[in-house]
């Protein structure tokens, strides 16, 4: 069983460009999380979806950010005009059920670089 | 607002002692609290939790107190070996979805 994958591992941006960051979860989990890890923070949360819901997007920012969890395919996040301010580690949870939060599996991450 | 806080960035402790990692949070509204471990380039994996109803729990050579009344979770390490070296982070959840992370210990375990 393939744990949660992240593509890609690293990624390098111009400001001004756009971002897209993807997540497959676990087979068989249809709830997935995003993260922010600034440098010498902690992880920050940022939104959860279900399979073409967003149930909770108050960690992301008001503009420039946005999420999708489609029928189909990998869970992504689009940062649009990507500022210097972007430069992170993006991490994904994916969990079989909100009621066990023991069972939310992270990827490795994709590390943006802003340029 | 940091509502959960790791207010020591490091810690060592020679293999075979108790590695103690503390974690005060400020929202008594949290119901369930984890601790994750990170190595480097990877994603975290959940090691233990805890709900608000209990004050410990086990599992292997690890252990998780919660002090409710002081908002204070620790996990305790014993006997701690140089595999446990790592990056520690708690997490806190609201009865909402959100995760709240510290901003992680680095324990080294020297052998």
């Known amino acids: 069983n393939a744990g949660v994958m992240q593509n890609p591992r690293h990624l390098v941006r111009r400001r001004g460009q756009e971002a897209r960051l993807r997540c497959s979860p676990m087979?068989?989990?249809?709830?997935v999380y995003w993260y922010r890890q600034l440098p010498e923070e902690g992880l920050k949360f940022m939104v959860y979806?279900?399979?073409?819901?967003?149930?909770?997007e108050s960690g992301m920012p008001k503009e420039r950010f946005s999420a999708e969890f489609p029928k189909e395919g990998p869970s992504i996040l689009r940062i649009q005009q990507v500022v210097r301010g972007d430069s992170a580690a993006y991490f994904c949870?994916?969990?079989?059920?909100?009621?066990?939060?023991?069972?939310?599996?992270f990827g490795p991450g994709t590390r943006l670089t802003v340029t | 607002d940091q509502q959960v806080k790791q207010n020591s960035p490091s810690l060592s402790v020679q293999e075979g002692r108790i590695s103690i990692l503390n974690c005060d949070y400020t929202?008594?509204?949290?119901?369930?609290f984890l601790w994750y471990k990170k190595y480097p380039a990877e994603g975290p994996t959940f090691l233990i939790s805890?709900?608000?109803?209990?004050d410990k729990n086990e599992d292997g050579r690890f252990t998780v107190f919660l002090n409710k009344s002081a908002k204070h979770l620790s996990l305790h390490i014993v006997p701690s070996q140089p595999g446990d070296s790592a990056v520690y982070f708690c997490?806190?959840?609201?009865?909402?979805?959100?995760?709240?992370f510290g901003t992680g210990t680095s324990l080294t375990v020297i052998p």
């Open positions: 979806l279900q399979k073409e819901n967003i149930i909770d």
């Open positions: 929202n008594s509204m949290f119901d369930y």
């Open positions: 949870a994916s969990s079989p059920s909100r009621d066990r939060p023991d069972e939310q599996y």
């Open positions: 805890i709900s608000s109803i209990k």
């Open positions: 997490a806190a959840r609201w009865t909402g979805n959100q995760f709240y």
């Open positions: 087979k068989g989990h249809s709830h």
